[in-house]
């Protein structure tokens, strides 16, 4: 397993990590508009791109505070391929690179059901309100919000927390 940074990563590529699935995250019944992540770090496994995992620096909104931060989306790992570690290995290789741009936290959004899984690799949950934007407006999250520190002394993360910008 070869871990790579991608310069291009888009709707082809993530298909074929899918495997056909198309909605492998289980979230297309949300609606929720997404924003394009910046930073794409795959694994590369017997010359087939077989996990994915992006990240973009992002800014939360806590209180009067207005935090730099970076945010982790687009987790996939081939269908095949899971239960294996190659997650784990694309989201700590994210979070390196997160760590390595200078951003004190990390936040992503998950299912109910993976906050464990998120938990075993150092991210635990905001417990209330968590704001996004949308085309029309902002909207409560209706996903977990879970935040990771980055650096030594992170600014805690809490609710009620905005995030700017469209959900990642
Ligand atoms: C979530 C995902 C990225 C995990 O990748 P993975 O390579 O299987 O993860 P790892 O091998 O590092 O860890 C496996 C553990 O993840 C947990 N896990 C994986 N998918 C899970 C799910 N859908 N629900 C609950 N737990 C899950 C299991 O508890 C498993 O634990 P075990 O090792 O005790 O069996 C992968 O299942 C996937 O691509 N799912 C579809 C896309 C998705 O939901 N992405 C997350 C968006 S936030």
């Not at 939360?60 to 935090?67: F, I, M, Q, S």
Request: proline share 9%; net charge neutral.
């Amino acid at each position: 397993m070869d871990v790579i940074d991608l310069a291009n990563y888009g709707p082809a590529l993530r298909a074929e990590i899918a495997d056909g699935d198309p909605d492998p995250a289980g979230v297309a019944h949300l609606g929720l508009v997404w924003r394009d992540k910046t930073g794409h770090v795959g694994v590369r496994h017997r010359g087939r791109l077989v996990a994915h995992a992006g990240w973009l620096p992002i800014h939360l909104r806590l209180g009067e505070r207005r935090v730099a931060a970076a945010g982790l989306g687009g987790v996939l790992v081939h269908p095949w391929l899971r239960g294996q570690g190659v997650g784990a290995l694309v989201v700590r290789a994210v979070m390196d690179r997160m760590r390595e741009a200078g951003l004190p936290v990390g936040v992503l959004f998950c299912r109910e059901q993976l906050v464990p899984y998120y938990a075993r690799l150092g991210w635990q949950c905001v417990d209330g309100e968590v704001v996004v934007d949308q085309p029309d407006g902002p909207v409560a999250m209706p996903l977990r919000t879970c935040w990771s520190a980055l650096h030594p002394h992170p600014p805690a993360v809490h609710a009620p927390l905005t995030v700017d910008g469209l959900p990642f």
